[in-house]
T-cell receptor, first 112, second 116 residues
Framework: DSGVTQTPKHLITATGQRVTLRCSPR?????VYWYQQSLDQGLQFLIQ???????AKGNILERFSAQQFPDLHSELNLSSLELGDSALYFC???????????FGPGTRLLVL | AQKITQTQPGMFVQEKEAVTLDCTYD???????LFWYKQPSSGEMIFLIY??????QNATEGRYSLNFQKARKSANLVISASQLGDSAMYFC?????????????FGTGTLLAVQP
C-alpha cells in the first residue's frame, strides 16, 4: 500500500459526459501528479500540483482540468468525454525530498 | 527532450534464475534520476528502485539492483532469484535528480513472465 488513495476505482460513463477523479496523497506529501495510461499512448504525465499551485503541465487536453485543495487532495475533471479517453488514470505523490513518486491504485475509466 | 527506451516487449525467465530488463535513456541534462516501477496484472504501479545520475554506486533494494552505466546511458534492472510473483509489467522512467519534484517520463515497458 503506497498510502495514496484514489476514488473511484472504476468508472463507466457515456460520451459527452463529465467525471471527477479524486486523489488523496500520502500524509505530508505536497506534490500531486496525474498520469494517464492507455494502450496506444502508454503512460503519460498530465499535470502536477505543489501545495495548491499548478507546477507543471504535460499532455493534458483542454477538456481536462485539475486542482489541489488546501487539504492537499486533488481532483482531475474530465469533460466532454470521448471514447479515446478510456484509460487508467493514476495519481502519484511525493514529498519534494528524496527519491520516488508513489502511485495510487488508479481509476479505470471506460467511456461507452 | 528526455526519452526512455525499453526494447524488450516481453521476456520469460525460470523461477529462481536472475533476469535483466534493459533500459536506455537519452537526456542532455547532467542531473537526473532513473526509476523502475512494477505493474502487476491488478494495475497498481509499485516503485522498486531509484538511481541518481551523481550516485557512484549502483542502487540495490533487496532482490532488485540497477546496473547503471552512465557512459552508455543505460539503467538495466536486475532481478535475482526470480519468483512467480515477479510476473508483471516493468517500466523504466526518468525524472529529475531526487525524482520528487518533477514529472516522470516512462518507457513502453517489458512484460516479464516467470515460469515454474
Amino acid at each position: 500500500d503506497s498510502g495514496v488513495t484514489q476514488t473511484p476505482k472504476h468508472l463507466i460513463t457515456a460520451t459527452g459526459q463529465r467525471v471527477t477523479l479524486r486523489c488523496s496523497p500520502r500524509s505530508g506529501d505536497l506534490s500531486v501528479y496525474w498520469y494517464q495510461q492507455s494502450l496506444d499512448q502508454g503512460l503519460q504525465f498530465l499535470i502536477q500540483y505543489y501545495n495548491g499551485e499548478e507546477r507543471a503541465k504535460g499532455n493534458i487536453l483542454e477538456r481536462f482540468s485539475a486542482q489541489q485543495f488546501p487539504d492537499l487532495h486533488s481532483e482531475l475533471n474530465l469533460s466532454s468525454l470521448e471514447l479515446g479517453d478510456s484509460a487508467l488514470y493514476f495519481c502519484a505523490s511525493s514529498s519534494g525530498h528524496g527519491a520516488g513518486q508513489y502511485f495510487g491504485p488508479g481509476t479505470r475509466l471506460l467511456v461507452l | 527532450a528526455q526519452k526512455i527506451t525499453q526494447t524488450q516487449p516481453g521476456m520469460f525467465v525460470q523461477e529462481k534464475e536472475a533476469v535483466t530488463l534493459d533500459c536506455t535513456y537519452d537526456t542532455s541534462d547532467q542531473s537526473y534520476g532513473l526509476f523502475w516501477y512494477k505493474q502487476p496484472s491488478s494495475g497498481e504501479m509499485i516503485f522498486l528502485i531509484y538511481q541518481g545520475s551523481y550516485d557512484e554506486q549502483n542502487a540495490t533494494e533487496g532482490r532488485y539492483s540497477l546496473n547503471f552505466q552512465k557512459a552508455r546511458k543505460s539503467a538495466n534492472l536486475v532481478i535475482s532469484a526470480s519468483q512467480l510473483g515477479d510476473s508483471a509489467m516493468y517500466f523504466c522512467a526518468m525524472g529529475n535528480y531526487g525524482g520528487a519534484t518533477n514529472k516522470l517520463i516512462f518507457g513502453t515497458g517489458t512484460l516479464l513472465a516467470v515460469q515454474p
